[in-house]
T-cell receptor, first 111, second 115 residues
Framework: SQKIEQNSEALNIQEGKTATLTCNYT??????LQWYRQDPGRGPVFLLL?????KEKRKERLKVTFDTTLKQSLFHITASQPADSATYLC??????????FGAGTRLFVKA | EPEVTQTPSHQVTQMGQEVILRCVPI?????FYWYRQILGQKVEFLVS????????KSEIFDDQFSVERPDGSNFTLKIRSTKLEDSAMYFC?????????????FGPGTRLLVL
């Protein structure tokens, strides 16, 4: 079955630095991959989608890369702010109408 | 901005009781989903629903679970006989276009506690 691995260790960075989060997956070749943000006690909020034929996607301070050979996606937040502190979830299409989420990486941005 | 709504926000029930969780998806969306998240764990797919039938379901979604779209706006998840391990946050989501490919909009969740 498909497996997604995200760094379970929390990431602590200083305000203004670039945060880089990693998502690795196995046993599957998804047509696309998504990143969501989740705040405590809230539902996930969609951030970016990247397709298998795209290497990189950007949206404001966010950048996602997708390496289908390495089976890895990197998620970058540049010029990070304390308001970026949250859990970031990687999700891949699991075939059909199914979406599989990773466990998420908690990001703390210190002022 | 349109949003997915869910009721109730919290539900406490006794083991063995039936619960119905309600969701109002975004009005022009065609695909509907339920997920659950046990405290401290990952978001888990339960079921997807399109054209008034289940499109996909996970191994979690056994015979104790059912979904329904009783009218043009509501989407419900029923758990027939709740177990302690059903305690979790349940999220409804909807999307506009083909399958899980399109952005899914999540509701705020219903926190279910089974005693």
């Amino acid at each position: 079955s498909q497996k997604i691995e995200q760094n379970s260790e929390a990431l602590n960075i200083q305000e203004g630095k670039t945060a880089t989060l990693t998502c690795n997956y196995t046993n599957y070749s998804p047509a696309y991959l998504q990143w969501y943000r989740q705040d405590p006690g809230r539902g996930p909020v969609f951030l970016l989608l990247i397709r298998e034929n795209e290497k990189e996607k950007r949206k404001e301070r966010l950048k996602v890369t997708f390496d289908t050979t390495l089976k890895q996606s990197l998620f970058h937040i540049t010029a990070s702010q304390p308001a970026d502190s949250a859990t970031y979830l990687c999700a891949l299409e699991g075939g059909g109408f199914k979406t599989i989420f990773g466990a998420g990486t908690r990001l703390f941005v210190k002022a | 901005e349109p949003e997915v709504t869910q009721t109730p926000s919290h539900q406490v029930t006794q083991m063995g009781q039936e619960v119905i969780l309600r969701c109002v998806p975004i009005s022009n969306h065609l695909y509907f989903y339920w997920y659950r998240q046990i405290l401290g764990q990952k978001v888990e797919f339960l079921v997807s629903f399109y054209n008034n039938e289940i499109s996909e379901k996970s191994e979690i979604f056994d015979d104790q679970f059912s979904v329904e779209r009783p009218d043009g706006s509501n989407f419900t998840l029923k758990i027939r006989s709740t177990k302690l391990e059903d305690s979790a946050m349940y999220f409804c989501a909807s999307s506009g276009l083909a399958g899980a490919e399109e952005t899914q909009y999540f509701g705020p969740g219903t926190r279910l506690l089974v005693l």
